[in-house]
């Protein structure tokens, strides 16, 4: 089931690139799936892979996408060097508008 394909790329303030390549439903702006790259780092290693599943299904809002990438952050431990979650959160609304 294919949505909506576009992409952002973000230079998160006092931080790194960030790339989002975002397929989402149109109908309901929620995310089918989502693709994190970009020149920052995160561990685990996996943790991107972790957050990438994790959105699925969330709908495309700021707010709620910083309050859920904060849990899953939380629950697994990931850190970030060179990216926060709220430039998170903004890259992919950013995808939105492209």
Do not use: W
């Not at 909506?4 to 230079?11: D, G």
């Not at 780092?41 to 990438?52: H, M, R, S, T």
């Amino acid at each position: 089931m294919h949505g909506m394909q576009s992409k952002s790329v973000y230079k998160v303030p006092d931080g790194k690139l960030l790339k989002i390549f975002l397929d989402y439903n149109e109908k309901n702006d929620s995310i089918n799936n989502i693709r994190i790259t970009g020149d920052f780092f995160a561990y685990p290693e996996k943790g991107v892979e972790i957050i990438e599943k994790e959105l699925e299904g969330e709908i495309i809002d700021k707010k709620r996408l910083m309050k859920k990438i904060t849990e899953v952050v939380k629950k697994h431990g990931i850190e970030f060097i060179g990216l926060n979650i709220e430039g998170l959160a903004e890259g992919i609304v950013l995808c939105k508008h492209e």
